[in-house]
């Protein structure tokens, strides 16, 4: 499955940092890291958001990655929006173990500044 995610300046150094190979431990204060199913919305949480965080030096990526269907499978897709936004809640403690399941590299794919 590819799926899409939003992330600032700081969350796009440590994906460099890894390799493009994972997505870094979330902080204390973020209990879910949440993939999205469309770049659409990616996009728009990029746009809208990262541009306006001075912690994400005001700049906005989209990645896009792989995953195995059959552990994305195990979690339920969530819509928080309108009927293209919808994402999945992944715990943060779950983290280290989903990103075993990336197929390939993260790829960034767009980049929006203030």
Not at 45 to 58: E, G, H, L, M
Request: hydrophobic share 30%; proline share 8%; glycine share 4%.
């Amino acid at each position: 499955m590819t799926l899409y995610r939003p992330i600032g300046e700081k969350e796009k150094l440590l994906i460099e940092a890894g390799n493009y190979c994972a997505f870094p431990p979330r902080l204390p204060h973020q209990p879910i890291f949440y993939p999205v199913l469309n770049e659409q919305y990616a996009t728009e949480i990029a746009q809208r958001w990262n541009t306006k965080d001075p912690n994400s030096n005001y700049t906005g990526y989209v990645t896009r990655f792989e995953i195995e269907d059959t552990y994305i499978s195990q979690y339920e897709i969530h819509t928080v929006g309108d009927h293209y936004h919808q994402e999945y809640w992944i715990p943060a403690e779950e983290l280290e173990n989903f990103n075993l399941h990336l197929l390939g590299p993260i790829q960034i794919i767009s980049k929006f500044t203030a």
